[in-house]
């Protein structure tokens, strides 16, 4: 087992691997993933690879954070990801969740995001985080409001058409 970025009382919470490119194969291609965050274009094993190294593991290298996988205690299933993100168009890091539907209504969702915000501030001395929704991403904006996020604006990412709700937390 990789070492702990953080721990919760359920999950493990890592850098992501190779070992765990068929969850990523299977998350990137679930209806919620491809309809509230995107479709990556992932079709195969070898695309989850490029996508676990050029992605997660690149930005953990060149901003000391990523999206992480959440392993559960019980069982060491990998069920999905959790962590920060900067992307183009969003000032701040966004906090950013998204889970296999088996494990969705779970509370892994503010479970993560709950320990990944406190991670931020304690480890990295971030002050101010954010996140995006789709605005039909009502899951999504409900967790986000009970972990302490407010609305800010709609705004439209680059290379996109689409306005999608900014939400933003200090800390």
């Known amino acids: 087992m990789d070492k702990a970025i953080i721990e ?5 919470i890592r850098l992501l691997n190779l070992s765990d490119v068929e969850m990523i194969l299977a998350l990137l291609n679930e209806p919620s993933f491809l309809s509230n965050i995107g479709d990556k274009g ?6 989850a690879k490029g996508y676990i190294n050029d992605g997660p593991l690149a930005m953990q290298d060149s901003l000391g954070f990523s999206m992480y ?9 990998t069920i999905g990801l959790s962590g920060l993100i900067k992307r183009d168009g ?4 966004e ?3 998204a889970f296999l539907q088996q494990y969705c209504r ?5 479970e993560s995001s709950t320990a990944v915000i406190k991670y931020a501030q304690r480890n990295l001395a971030l002050t101010k985080l954010q996140a995006i929704t789709n605005q039909e991403n009502l899951a999504s904006i409900n967790l986000l409001t009970r972990i302490g996020f407010c609305f800010k604006k709609l705004i439209i990412l680059p290379n996109s058409e689409d306005e999608i709700n900014l939400f933003e937390l200090a800390l």
């Open 95 to 97: 906090v950013g969740f």
């Open 106 to 110: 779970q509370g892994y969702g503010i």
């Open 69 to 77: 996988c959440c392993e559960r205690k019980c069982d060491g299933k």
């Open 42 to 47: 992932v079709r195969d094993l070898e695309g």
């Open 90 to 93: 969003v000032e701040y890091p």
């Open 8 to 12: 919760t009382d359920r999950l493990i």
